[in-house]
């Protein structure tokens, strides 16, 4: 891993310097309209995430639960198209100091072509993307493009990966590692899966300085239990699902609460 | 080098693994047990035993006269899975995945399905095998297919309607995935098709490539030559490459598979993949694949739920890259005015999938004249098919029905 070139490994460096760890934040481009997914994830900067995650809706989310799932279809029927997920990264960008990347499926990119979606992530001041559905071994053209690009390319680690895999993992990813705390898909949790703690401790044996923790994290208490041995945590549906409640301020409030939990 | 000794991940430039990491560990231990279960003796009796015993393979050829009138005078044989266990050739490969299941210490069995043979073929091997079993399937196609539903119920498996997006085969694929993600360590995704990430395209296809053996010996001994083409329906793709493999290095035998037209491929209400769709990324491999501009995938339509699907398999779509095999498009009201054709001919009611077939061969039958001798595979039964059928053609008694 290159830290020094990434921004993302820089904000979740400082979040453990000052803090007892970085909260990466997910929501969804387009959900409920384009101009309200601007405001949440300005919202979200401004209470205490350090990082953003922005979902590009794709029509076969295999890795999301319900809430994601129903957001993201949501955002498509009302008729987002791929454009719009630069429009409001940009957007984003223009407003926070804090790191944008993308999470998307891996079709849409390749129909937008590789290099040309690398270089409009640079163009919208994003700093990376995020595969749940990539993997290293298929990801020849995303790595040559997001070295050339500068971008941050974050690979996902499981708790049935292989050593090599976890190795292969660690190399190839740079900003961070995302450990998936269970073997499972998006989706608040009750509890979050003790499979974590050792998958994270797997990864920093293989050279991981950077690792999130995601998939079941809902609450300040989860928060801290992960940061107690990971580098962050990342929160998606319960914000998905604090915009669809309650908006925007919901959002905020939610951030808020949870960033409680990064407290030392 | 030889087309029949493909073995993955990638057929040119399709296939290959595009899944979530959770997902890898369980496919590599699937594709390290399969390829060690090809080799092994006590494994490969087992199968065969299996088919013997209780598929009732081998499936016999029929050939049909009567029909073949209308197909140019063609001498047209059929390929009849349609007689296995089960109704359809999907029972082929689900024993084969099940004994695998078994020797990886898996207890849990769930699959997608369309037409619900798949998903009857997989819930008949849970009950053989004493293992726990659910299916996925989409809303539409549980309302449609409602026969197959409760057949699986009956052999005990839980049937979990998908009320996702096109509440298709596509999204019981998707939930199947998600199923799969969450339960790998005692759970086996018995995928239906030759589709999916590696190992599943080779090794559902392998399973499979049976009907072609025997068929090719059965229409050498009944007609001392090799058919001029060799013909099937073509959704996600397993009965058309099971049929094909054996012939692949035929180079003389015409390969012919016949893809869901749906309304007509000139409206948005088709599934005709390779005809009209280009390569992507869907349910883990690189693919032709019905979708927009941005990648979304796009809604598949077809009067068979068997066929409604925009994506297929990976062999596929290198197979019609290269020119081996060629892909034509069947309307619903072709492949239903085929279903009737074949009954009153020939007293055989085919599923709606298979009759893309014989509507195909009607046509081709006509291109390759009367000297000439078509085998086609007969994929499956109509007996599910029997509402879709009768309210199609008004067949169903209104009265009777009430009664």
């Known amino acids: ?29 387009g959900y409920p309209d384009i101009d309200t997914s601007i405001e949440a994830a300005v919202a979200l900067a401004e209470n205490g995430i350090d990082v953003i995650e922005l979902g590009l809706p794709y029509s076969d989310p295999v890795m999301d639960g319900p809430v994601i799932q129903e957001a993201t279809q949501t955002a498509l029927a009302a008729g987002f198209r791929l454009r719009n997920g630069f429009e409001v990264m940009a957007a984003i960008t223009a407003r926070v100091s804090i790191p944008v990347v993308f999470m998307s499926y891996w079709n849409p990119i390749v129909q937008y072509g590789v290099e040309r979606f690398a270089d409009d992530i640079v163009a919208a001041g994003g700093a990376g993307l995020i595969t749940p559905d990539l993997i290293p071994d298929e990801a020849a053209s995303w790595i040559a493009a997001s070295d050339r690009a500068g971008l941050d390319r974050i690979f996902l ?30 989706g608040a949790r009750l509890d979050v899966d003790s499979a974590a703690k050792s998958l994270v401790a797997r990864l920093r044996a293989s050279g991981a300085t950077s690792t999130c923790v995601g998939l079941g994290i809902s609450s300040a208490d989860q928060v801290r239990e992960v940061l107690a041995y990971a580098d962050g945590a990342i929160v998606g549906s319960a914000l998905v699902k604090a915009l669809t409640t309650g908006g925007v301020s919901a959002v905020a409030e939610t951030a808020a609460a949870l960033s409680a939990g990064t407290r030392l | 080098m030889s087309l029949r000794d493909e073995l993955g991940p990638y057929f040119g430039e399709y296939g290959g693994r595009f899944v979530p990491e959770s997902l890898i560990k369980a496919l590599d231990e699937l594709d390290a047990e399969y390829t060690a279960a090809k080799t092994d003796p006590v494994f490969q009796a087992e199968l065969t035993a299996l088919h013997a015993t209780y598929t009732g393979r081998p499936s ?38 099940a004994l695998l299941a078994r020797r990886l210490g898996k207890t849990r069995l769930i699959a997608e399905t369309g037409a619900g043979q798949h998903g009857v073929a997989t819930a008949t091997a ?15 196609d549980t309302e449609r297919q409602a026969l197959n539903v409760a057949r699986m119920r009956l052999l005990g498996a839980e049937v979990i309607p998908v009320t996702a997006g096109s509440r298709t085969l596509k999204d019981a694929i998707n939930e199947a995935l998600r199923d799969w993600v969450a339960n790998v360590d005692t759970t086996h995704y018995l995928l239906g098709t030759v589709a999916g990430p590696h190992p599943f395209p080779v090794m559902v296809r392998d399973f499979h490539k049976i009907i072609g053996e025997e068929a090719r010996e059965q229409v050498l001994a009944l007609t001392g030559r090799l058919p001029d083409a060799v013909t099937a329906c073509v959704g996600g793709g397993s009965n058309a ?57 796009v809604e598949s339509h077809s009067i068979s739920a068997g066929l409604d699907y925009p994506g297929v398999g990976p062999e596929h779509s290198w197979l019609a890259d290269i020119g081996r095999a060629s892909y034509r498009p069947v309307t619903d009201s072709e492949a239903m005015d085929a279903l009737r054709l074949m009954a009153t001919t020939e007293g055989i009611i085919v ?36 509402v879709t059928i009768g309210n199609y053609f008004g067949v169903i008694d209104r009265e009777a029905e009430q009664v």
Do not use: W
Not at chain 1, 1 to 25: F, K, Q, W
Not at chain 2, 362 to 383: A, F, K, Q, Y
């Open chain 1, 1 to 29: 891993m290159n830290i020094p070139s990434s921004t993302v490994a820089e904000a979740i460096a400082s979040a453990n310097r000052d803090r007892a760890g970085a909260l990466i934040g997910y929501l969804p481009a």
């Open chain 1, 157 to 186: 680690a499981a708790p049935s990966s292989t050593p090599e895999r976890l190795a292969q993992a660690v190399e190839t990813s740079r900003g961070f590692v995302y450990a998936v705390s269970t073997m499972g898909i998006t």
């Open chain 2, 60 to 97: 016999i050829i029929t050939e049909v006269p009567r029909f073949a009138r209308h197909a140019g005078g063609a001498r047209i044989l059929l390929k009849r899975e349609d007689l296995n266990h089960t109704g359809s050739h999907k029972i082929n490969n689900v024993l084969g995945q």
């Open chain 2, 126 to 140: 849970a009950a053989l095998f004493g293992m726990e079993c659910v299916v996925y399937m989409g809303e539409v």
């Open chain 2, 241 to 297: 490459m099971g049929i094909f493999h054996a012939f692949l290095d035929d180079a003389d035998v015409r390969l012919v598979g016949f893809e869901a037209a749906g309304e007509g491929v000139d409206t948005p209400r088709h599934a005709a993949t390779i005809t009209m769709g280009r390569p992507g990324v869907l349910h883990g491999a690189r693919s032709y694949l019905l979708q927009d501009e941005d990648g979304q995938t």
């Open chain 2, 351 to 386: 599923a709606i999938e298979t009759a893309h077939a014989l509507a195909g061969v009607l046509r081709l039958g006509e291109e390759l004249g009367p000297d000439s001798v078509i085998l086609v595979n007969l994929s499956g039964r109509g007996d599910k098919d029997m």
